[in-house]
């Protein structure tokens, strides 16, 4: 296992080039442009101008190898200075711009990175964490009621788009529910508060429970379906009978046995969700007003800011294809007989 | 058991009617089916017996709740609703269905291809990779930017841009099915029923569809189930975005996101597309639950 | 806490000052914190970094210029003590050279003095060919700016420039700080993220924390130059969400004071303004939203002569079928669905300021569709194989219209879709991505300067009140081609010489009359043509509290243009 992980890991590299160098020839030839919102009264002269500054009208192969400097030499050392204070001579280096706001891509990516693993990561732990028992439930009690609500409603949420259950939980509880109630719940998310009390920590919670309530629905539905299946297929498997035969405790047979059987479809959703924790959720953080990653990669979409939307991505690329290298080696834990070898 | 002497008399049948026995037996599934082709039949047939045209613009009836003269009231130009959802759940369930079904195939052709041949996993695997990083609105753009005229002009501006957007969301989201179903594969490879079946020597080809096959089939149920939804509401998103279908053409998706404003003036209209749209997940969801039960034979029969 | 504490702290100033009772004056900060949302976030506080809206707007609250509009378009003294004219000398009778005097002790926020010299390096600034100056056409024609003293600023042209009020006027081009911008020219201007975020003023706020494309949070100016204003602490500036939401967080939750560009439906807005929290305020500038008609052919079997001026429209050239197109068009409808208070019906491109405003076309105003079939059918464009649609010459009156993706737009294709099949003209409709229909890459075919397209519709206006550079853009030698890279403001291709003479007769023509009589002239011979179809002037629609009091909102400078007036008034 651990030759394989290794090699994997080598395997990245190319992997992870090549999936670079294809993002930025998509981003780069889709037909959008930097000074596309720009109001009408700037002349294309002065544009024209504005695409030279940026470096944006460069052959692609140079525009690519500066992104390939700026990502992998020149940020990694601008964060090393800062974090211990060395002096790796980045002074005067040209670091990775974004378009529209001409400030260091990477800055802008960790400035919001805590509202979107606070706002993003607590919705997917909820929904996990909701989504397990459900799905177990479920299927050891398969068309019971507590089954058949279930799925009603898991499917019901799932078929709601965000644009959609986002604003009616923020016409209940912002607009019918009065301003002094206790139930009642801010609408727009305030990213610059900042938890120092009891007091900022409940602000920070109530903030936080409509759009994580409007994710969670998501995730659930979709991880509690799965867990279901994949449960519904073991359960009626022999090994089933024969610990039940054996005289095993029933609870020792569902969560151990079955469980842990059933979980490689499970797994393999869990891990191919959490780099979208880092993506963040697009229409949610619209919706609320959280700003986190998914704002920052829509506004740069449409913006043309091609350096903003080629580093998110490529993150993105990087966590997808390091959480399915963890799922690959999961698989070999939950089932020993797996072996890559 | 005592029926099954006579069963055995009975002239052979095939398994499939087994499946279909077990299927019908399925309260759910039932219904849900039931409920399924009620939706494709208004959908289909609805437009020959309703005659309004689904852009006709009456600007006196704009904003009109539910009554005879439009059985679901009216939107912001005075268009019909009912008229709007037919037209609209044609789409819709088109978009959903192909997308979904391209998805479903080719997803779980890399998946099995992958999780049972070795010597495929690697090229398979980061391909998934590959595409499950792709950007998918900058993709959308080049795409149409590339193919839009090309289509329009072999298969007119609506069906150009219909096979743009199924082909778009069918290849963009079979990454998660391919995954799934590759895992389970990995473990299925190794249990004894298929060391068996290999011990006696059965080909690849039968291995896969006799014995693999069959036994992922709940994952990609559910991947179907989820993947219908998904297709709705990211055609939906694309319209949103000026992608979709062209602003005069309805959609399920693109008429629940612009009743969404007037969510408070009349919830009605943000009810109907939703139902819709909430209906058809629904059935297609029992409808998968029986149909894996049905094809499950340690269930049948029971 | 932050926030409690300065709402307690003006409760307690209020209380003790009851003279001032309903807010109108006191001392600074007095009404603690004022929350605005914008639901576009700014992306910088430059302005010369960015163009946008957005941007400019934020800015404005610490950024200032030499004189600003106000909410009537007339040109105030801001940081300037007073308007140079021809009559007080301080523009020359040759109309080549402008001088400006400072206010007197002026001081920027970190107590240093603002001088003439601030004004010569924002020149210096924006000029630099290297730094992508979003605002460089406000330096056009401007040869020379020069600090003659600590407070009297020169500025040069290089020809006879009839409105001298361009440079370092209106908040696209306010001053900003020397000392602070000192390295940051031409090349290195995107490495100051610092002072691109934070820039020093002399407006009634300092930026106390900026975060890009989402909030941005001010203080009140101590060394501000009016004693008593501004009258908040602090502001909350938020971006993000959309136009419905951030209505709502104004109209209905009252989360917030201030709410920009809300262009949603009229009935929804009106119904969030009954609730009683909030009022809408609208303000109209320039902007028209018009249909260009493509007087090129964009038939894709051309080639490479697609949609260029060699090759016209098989119909549209006619100008009977444009007219007949116009007055099939109900524009108080247009504007009773898609815009309420923030529209109004106009049959000119050029609908302010009220002394260019033409009313020789106003017979646009109300819908003729039978005098438009009587029209077309005079002029013996019928339909000749029963079809429903129209023939011209054999072809039939097919087009394609096309606009950016915006809901209220949308509806506007579908009725004027309907209007004109009405009258025999068949429209297939196709909405695109703004950032790709504005946005000028030569590799797309769906740009709005390509127009390849019958008919295009947006809003286009100008900045400031002067519409000299406005009303050249449709001289031939604007019309984009792929000869200039398809660049170029003349969409709809029109070309005539008597109109590129008045152009000409234009830049020469000193004296507001006799300006404004050439402009008529021009716009009206631009609404002859029908290649042009203004539609609707559009107005900016905000909403503010009905705690929130001074607004005075201007669509020909930034809306904040006046925040240093604003206060709470009681609840």
Same mark, same amino acid.
């Given at each position: 296992?651990?030759?394989?992980?290794?090699?994997?890991?080598?395997?990245?590299?190319?992997?992870?080039?090549?999936?670079?160098?294809?993002?930025?020839?998509?981003?780069?030839?889709?037909?959008?442009?930097?000074?596309?919102?720009?109001?009408?009264?700037?002349?294309?002269?002065?544009?024209?101008?504005?695409?030279?500054?940026?470096?944006?009208n460069?052959?692609?192969?140079?525009q690519?190898?500066?992104?390939?400097?700026q990502?992998?030499?020149?940020?990694?050392?601008v964060?090393?200075?800062?974090?211990?204070?060395?002096d790796l001579?980045?002074?005067?280096?040209?670091?990775?711009?974004?378009?529209?706001?001409?400030?260091?891509?990477?800055d802008?990516?960790?400035?919001?990175?805590?509202?979107?693993?606070?706002?993003v990561g607590?919705a997917?732990?909820?929904?996990?964490?909701?989504?397990?028992?459900?799905?177990?439930?479920?299927?050891?009690?398969?068309?019971?009621?507590?089954?058949?609500?279930?799925?009603?409603?898991s499917?019901?949420?799932?078929?709601?788009?965000?644009?959609?259950?986002?604003?009616?939980?923020?016409?209940?509880?912002?607009v019918?529910?009065?301003?002094?109630?206790?139930?009642?719940?801010?609408?727009?998310?305030?990213?610059?508060?900042?938890?120092?009390?009891?007091?900022?920590?409940?602000?920070?919670?109530?903030?936080?429970?409509?759009?994580?309530m409007?994710?969670?629905?998501?995730?659930t539905a979709?991880i509690?379906?799965?867990?279901?299946?994949?449960?519904?297929?073991?359960?009626?498997?022999?090994?089933?009978?024969?610990?039940?035969?054996?005289?095993?405790?029933?609870?020792?047979?569902?969560?151990?046995?079955?469980?842990?059987?059933?979980?490689?479809?499970?797994v393999t959703v869990?891990?191919?969700?959490?780099?979208?924790?880092?993506?963040?959720?697009?229409?949610?953080?619209?919706?609320?007003?959280?700003?986190?990653?998914?704002?920052?990669?829509?506004?740069?979409?449409?913006?043309?800011?091609?350096?903003?939307?080629?580093t998110?991505?490529?993150?993105?690329?990087?966590?997808?294809?390091?959480?399915?290298?963890?799922?690959d080696?999961?698989?070999?834990?939950?089932?020993?007989?797996i072996?890559?070898? | 058991?005592?029926?099954?002497?006579?069963?055995?008399?009975?002239?052979a049948?095939?398994?499939w009617?087994?499946?279909?026995?077990?299927?019908?037996?399925?309260t759910?599934?039932?219904?849900?089916?039931?409920?399924?082709?009620i939706?494709?039949?208004?959908?289909?047939?609805?437009?020959?017996?309703?005659?309004?045209?689904?852009?006709?613009?009456?600007?006196?009836a704009?904003?009109?709740?539910?009554?005879?003269a439009?059985?679901?009231?009216?939107?912001?130009?005075?268009?019909?609703?009912?008229?709007?959802?037919?037209s609209g759940?044609?789409?819709s369930?088109?978009?959903?269905? *192909?997308?979904?079904? /391209?998805a %479903?195939? =080719?997803?779980? $052709?890399?998946? @099995?291809l992958?999780?049972? !041949?070795?010597?495929?996993?690697g090229?398979?695997?980061?391909? *998934?990779?590959?595409? /499950?990083? %792709?950007p =998918?609105?900058? $993709?959308?753009? @080049?795409?149409?930017?590339? !193919?839009r005229?090309?289509?329009s002009?072999?298969?007119?501006?609506?069906?150009?841009?219909?096979?743009l957007?199924?082909?778009?969301?069918?290849?963009?989201?079979?990454?998660?099915?391919?995954?799934i179903?590759?895992?389970?594969?990995?473990a299925?490879?190794?249990?004894?029923?298929?060391?068996?079946?290999?011990?006696?020597?059965?080909?690849?080809?039968?291995?896969?569809?006799?014995?693999?096959?069959?036994?992922?089939l709940?994952?990609?149920?559910?991947?179907a189930?989820?993947?219908?939804?998904?297709?709705?509401?990211?055609?939906?998103?694309?319209?949103f975005?000026?992608?979709?279908?062209?602003?005069?053409?309805?959609?399920?998706g693109?008429?629940?996101f612009?009743?969404?404003?007037?969510?408070?003036?009349?919830?009605?209209?943000?009810i109907?597309?939703?139902?819709?749209?909430?209906?058809?997940?629904?059935?297609?969801?029992?409808?998968?639950?029986?149909?894996?039960?049905?094809?499950?034979?340690?269930?049948?029969?029971? | 806490?932050?926030?409690?504490?300065?709402?307690?702290g003006?409760?307690?100033?209020?209380?003790?000052?009851?003279?001032?009772?309903?807010?109108?004056?006191?001392?600074?900060?007095?009404?603690?914190?004022?929350?605005?949302?914008?639901?576009?976030?700014?992306?910088t506080?430059?302005?010369?970094?960015?163009?946008?809206?957005?941007?400019?707007?934020?800015?404005?609250?610490?950024?200032?210029?030499?004189?600003?509009?106000?909410?009537n378009?007339?040109?105030?003294?801001w940081?300037?003590?007073?308007?140079?004219?021809?009559?007080?000398?301080?523009?020359a009778?040759?109309?080549?050279?402008?001088?400006?005097?400072?206010?007197?002790?002026?001081?920027?926020?970190?107590?240093?003095?603002?001088?003439?010299?601030?004004?010569?390096?924002?020149?210096?600034?924006?000029?630099?060919?290297?730094?992508?100056c979003?605002?460089?056409?406000?330096?056009?024609?401007?040869?020379?700016?020069?600090?003659?003293?600590?407070r009297?600023i020169?500025?040069?042209?290089n020809?006879?420039?009839?409105?001298?009020?361009?440079?370092?006027?209106?908040?696209?081009?306010?001053?900003?700080?020397?000392?602070?911008f000192?390295?940051?020219?031409?090349a290195?201007?995107?490495?100051?993220?610092?002072?691109?975020?934070?820039?020093?003023?002399?407006g009634?706020?300092?930026v106390?924390?900026?975060?890009?494309?989402?909030?941005?949070q001010?203080?009140?100016?101590e060394?501000?130059?009016?004693a008593?204003?501004?009258?908040?602490?602090?502001?909350?500036?938020k971006?993000?969400?959309?136009?419905?939401?951030?209505?709502?967080?104004?109209?209905?939750?009252?989360?917030?004071?201030?709410?920009?560009?809300?262009?949603?439906?009229?009935?929804?807005?009106?119904?969030?303004?009954?609730?009683?929290?909030?009022?809408?305020?609208?303000?109209f500038?320039?902007?028209?939203?018009?249909?260009?008609?493509?007087?090129?052919?964009?038939?894709?079997?051309?080639?490479?002569?697609?949609a260029?001026?060699?090759?016209?429209?098989p119909?549209?050239?006619?100008?009977?079928?444009?007219?007949?197109?116009?007055?099939?068009?109900?524009?108080?409808?247009?504007?009773?669905?898609?815009?309420?208070?923030?529209?109004?019906?106009?049959?000119?491109?050029?609908?302010?300021?009220?002394?260019?405003?033409?009313?020789a076309?106003?017979g646009?105003?109300?819908?003729?569709?039978?005098?438009?079939?009587?029209?077309?059918?005079?002029?013996?464009?019928v339909?000749?194989?029963?079809?429903?649609?129209?023939?011209k010459?054999?072809?039939?009156?097919?087009?394609l219209?096309?606009?950016s993706?915006?809901?209220?737009?949308q509806?506007?294709?579908?009725?004027?879709k309907?209007?004109?099949?009405?009258?025999?003209?068949?429209?297939?409709?196709?909405?695109?991505?703004?950032?790709v229909?504005?946005?000028g890459?030569?590799?797309?075919?769906?740009?709005?300067q390509?127009?390849?397209?019958?008919?295009?519709?947006?809003?286009?206006?100008?900045?400031?009140?002067?519409?000299?550079?406005?009303?050249?853009?449709?001289?031939?030698?604007e019309?984009?081609?792929?000869?200039t890279?398809?660049q170029?403001?003349?969409?709809?291709?029109?070309?005539?010489?008597?109109?590129?003479a008045?152009?000409?007769?234009?830049?020469?023509?000193?004296?507001?009359?006799?300006?404004?009589?050439?402009?008529?002239?021009?716009?009206?011979?631009?609404?002859?043509?029908?290649?042009?179809?203004?539609?609707?002037?559009?107005?900016?629609?905000?909403a503010?509290?009905?705690?929130?009091?001074?607004?005075q909102?201007?669509?020909w400078?930034?809306?904040?243009?006046?925040?240093?007036?604003?206060?709470?008034?009681?609840?």
């Amino acid at each position: 296992m651990f030759t394989f992980t290794l090699r994997r890991l080598i395997l990245t590299i190319p992997t992870l080039l090549f999936i670079s160098f294809v993002i930025f020839m998509i981003v780069k030839l889709s037909p959008s442009d930097p000074t596309g919102n720009l109001p009408l009264t700037i002349p294309p002269e002065v544009r024209e101008q504005i695409r030279e500054a940026l470096g944006a009208n460069d052959t692609l192969l140079v525009q690519y190898g500066r992104w390939l400097e700026q990502f992998f030499w020149i940020e990694p050392r601008v964060y090393l200075e800062r974090s211990f204070g060395w002096d790796l001579g980045t002074e005067g280096e040209i670091r990775l711009l974004s378009y529209q706001t001409r400030s260091p891509v990477m800055d802008l990516i960790m400035q919001r990175m805590p509202q979107t693993l606070w706002v993003v990561g607590v919705a997917y732990l909820v929904g996990i964490a909701i989504a397990l028992p459900i799905g177990v439930i479920s299927a050891y009690r398969q068309y019971s009621v507590f089954d058949q609500v279930g799925t009603f409603v898991s499917m019901v949420g799932f078929s709601v788009p965000p644009f959609f259950s986002g604003v009616v939980v923020i016409v209940i509880f912002s607009v019918l529910i009065s301003t002094d109630s206790m139930f009642w719940l801010p609408s727009v998310y305030d990213t610059t508060h900042q938890v120092t009390d009891w007091e900022s920590f409940k602000y920070q919670f109530r903030q936080m429970i409509m759009p994580v309530m409007v994710l969670a629905l998501q995730i659930t539905a979709q991880i509690s379906r799965f867990t279901r299946a994949s449960m519904l297929d073991n359960l009626n498997q022999d090994y089933v009978r024969t610990a039940r035969a054996k005289g095993v405790r029933e609870r020792t047979v569902v969560l151990l046995h079955v469980l842990r059987n059933s979980m490689i479809p499970v797994v393999t959703v869990i891990a191919l969700g959490i780099p979208s924790i880092f993506g963040g959720a697009i229409i949610t953080e619209q919706v609320f007003k959280v700003n986190g990653l998914g704002q920052l990669l829509i506004i740069a979409i449409q913006g043309g800011d091609v350096p903003t939307v080629q580093t998110l991505t490529f993150i993105f690329a990087i966590l997808i294809v390091l959480f399915n290298l963890i799922a690959d080696v999961l698989y070999g834990i939950l089932d020993p007989r797996i072996r890559y070898d | 058991m005592t029926d099954t002497p006579i069963e055995i008399r009975k002239p052979a049948r095939s398994q499939w009617w087994d499946v279909w026995d077990q299927f019908r037996s399925h309260t759910g599934a039932f219904w849900g089916m039931v409920v399924f082709v009620i939706i494709v039949l208004a959908v289909l047939l609805g437009p020959f017996l309703w005659h309004i045209d689904p852009t006709y613009i009456d600007i006196r009836a704009r904003n009109q709740g539910p009554s005879l003269a439009h059985p679901m009231g009216t939107d912001q130009l005075g268009r019909d609703t009912f008229a709007r959802m037919m037209s609209g759940g044609r789409v819709s369930l088109a978009v959903g269905m *192909t997308a979904m079904l /391209l998805a %479903l195939v =080719l997803g779980t $052709l890399i998946g @099995v291809l992958a999780g049972y !041949f070795k010597r495929l996993d690697g090229p398979l695997m980061r391909l *998934t990779d590959l595409f /499950l990083a %792709l950007p =998918l609105l900058p $993709l959308l753009l @080049v795409i149409i930017m590339l !193919f839009r005229e090309v289509l329009s002009a072999r298969f007119g501006p609506e069906g150009g841009i219909f096979i743009l957007m199924v082909s778009a969301i069918g290849i963009t989201s079979w990454m998660q099915t391919a995954r799934i179903v590759r895992g389970d594969v990995l473990a299925l490879k190794e249990r004894e029923f298929v060391l068996a079946a290999r011990s006696i020597g059965t080909p690849n080809r039968r291995m896969v569809t006799r014995h693999v096959l069959p036994n992922v089939l709940s994952p990609i149920m559910v991947s179907a189930t989820l993947g219908i939804a998904t297709a709705i509401i990211t055609e939906s998103s694309l319209s949103f975005l000026g992608l979709g279908f062209p602003p005069d053409f309805p959609t399920w998706g693109r008429l629940l996101f612009d009743s969404v404003d007037y969510l408070q003036q009349s919830p009605a209209r943000v009810i109907w597309p939703g139902m819709a749209i909430s209906m058809t997940v629904l059935a297609v969801n029992y409808m998968g639950d029986g149909l894996r039960d049905a094809l499950d034979p340690r269930i049948r029969g029971r | 806490m932050k926030l409690r504490t300065a709402l307690m702290g003006a409760a307690a100033i209020m209380a003790a000052a009851p003279a001032f009772a309903d807010g109108h004056e006191g001392e600074r900060g007095r009404d603690g914190q004022l929350n605005i949302i914008y639901w576009q976030a700014p992306s910088t506080l430059n302005p010369y970094l960015s163009g946008g809206t957005k941007e400019v707007e934020s800015a404005s609250l610490v950024l200032e210029s030499l004189g600003r509009f106000d909410n009537n378009g007339e040109l105030v003294p801001w940081l300037a003590a007073d308007i140079p004219t021809v009559e007080n000398g301080g523009v020359a009778e040759d109309l080549t050279s402008i001088t400006w005097t400072l206010k007197e002790g002026v001081m920027w926020s970190d107590g240093t003095p603002l001088t003439a010299a601030d004004a010569v390096f924002t020149w210096q600034y924006c000029t630099d060919p290297a730094g992508g100056c979003a605002q460089a056409s406000y330096f056009d024609g401007v040869e020379q700016v020069e600090a003659v003293d600590d407070r009297t600023i020169k500025i040069t042209f290089n020809a006879p420039k009839p409105f001298p009020y361009t440079a370092l006027v209106g908040a696209e081009s306010p001053i900003i700080q020397a000392a602070q911008f000192a390295d940051c020219l031409g090349a290195n201007a995107p490495t100051c993220t610092d002072a691109n975020f934070g820039p020093i003023g002399t407006g009634p706020f300092v930026v106390t924390e900026f975060k890009a494309n989402d909030v941005i949070q001010f203080a009140a100016n101590e060394n501000f130059r009016e004693a008593g204003k501004p009258a908040f602490s602090t502001v909350l500036f938020k971006g993000g969400g959309d136009a419905a939401a951030a209505a709502r967080s104004v109209l209905e939750t009252g989360e917030f004071d201030y709410a920009w560009n809300l262009q949603i439906d009229p009935t929804v807005l009106s119904d969030m303004a009954s609730k009683g929290k909030g009022t809408v305020v609208t303000a109209f500038g320039t902007s028209v939203e018009r249909l260009h008609i493509n007087q090129s052919n964009p038939d894709p079997a051309l080639g490479d002569a697609r949609a260029t001026i060699e090759e016209p429209h098989p119909f549209l050239t006619d100008t009977r079928i444009g007219q007949a197109m116009s007055m099939a068009i109900d524009r108080a409808l247009l504007v009773e669905v898609g815009y309420g208070a923030g529209g109004q019906v106009t049959c000119n491109v050029l609908p302010a300021p009220a002394v260019y405003a033409s009313t020789a076309n106003d017979g646009c105003k109300t819908q003729d569709i039978a005098g438009a079939n009587a029209l077309l059918d005079e002029a013996g464009i019928v339909d000749s194989n029963g079809d429903g649609i129209r023939e011209k010459d054999g072809i039939p009156l097919k087009v394609l219209y096309q606009t950016s993706t915006n809901a209220v737009r949308q509806d506007t294709q579908a009725l004027v879709k309907q209007w004109w099949s009405e009258i025999g003209i068949e429209a297939e409709l196709r909405n695109i991505d703004a950032s790709v229909f504005f946005g000028g890459d030569p590799a797309s075919p769906d740009t709005f300067q390509k127009f390849f397209a019958d008919v295009e519709m947006y809003t286009n206006n100008f900045a400031g009140v002067d519409p000299e550079a406005y009303m050249a853009n449709w001289r031939c030698s604007e019309i984009p081609s792929p000869a200039t890279q398809w660049q170029g403001a003349n969409m709809q291709r029109f070309c005539d010489p008597a109109y590129d003479a008045l152009v000409d007769k234009l830049a020469q023509t000193a004296g507001i009359d006799a300006r404004a009589a050439i402009v008529k002239e021009m716009n009206d011979m631009l609404m002859a043509s029908y290649s042009i179809i203004p539609l609707i002037h559009r107005g900016g629609v905000s909403a503010h509290a009905n705690s929130l009091g001074g607004i005075q909102i201007s669509d020909w400078d930034s809306e904040l243009w006046n925040i240093k007036d604003w206060y709470r008034a009681g609840e």
